[in-house]
């Protein structure tokens, strides 16, 4: 089984900048690709970024340009920067770690709030 820990959630100002980290432990080896999505109040949860093993990332459209998704060294942390945050990123921001076949598992949502 795979844990994930999110953090570095919290209130910004439009146009601000937030960085947020998951560290995967557990049964790590059978990850194959880290992720971050995002669910605002009354949507369904969306896919924000994802990367690959391999470090090849995919985007959704609206954080293209804006948002750059990494993992660490040793595979098992993902970090998402978000810059020139927009009150339409307003939404709780979950982890999410894939193994080849199905989602492994998911972290327990850091919020984040972009408000002046």
């Known amino acids: 089984q795979v844990q994930l820990v999110e953090s570095g959630g919290g209130l910004v100002q439009p146009g601000g900048s937030l960085r947020l980290s998951c560290a995967a432990s557990?049964?790590?080896?059978?990850?194959?690709?880290m992720g971050w999505y995002r669910q605002a109040p009354g949507k369904q949860r969306e896919l924000v970024a994802r990367?690959?093993?391999?470090?090849?990332?995919n985007y959704a459209d609206s954080v293209k340009g804006r948002f750059t998704i990494s993992r660490g060294n040793a595979k098992s942390t993902v970090y998402l920067q978000m810059n020139s945050l927009k009150p339409e990123d307003t939404a709780v921001y979950y982890c999410?770690?894939?193994?080849?076949?199905?989602?492994?598992?998911w972290g327990q949502g850091t919020q984040v709030t972009v408000s002046s």
């Open positions: 999410n770690a894939e193994g080849h076949y199905s989602f492994l598992n």
């Open positions: 557990g049964s790590v080896a059978s990850i194959y690709a």
């Open positions: 990367i690959t093993n391999g470090g090849i990332p």
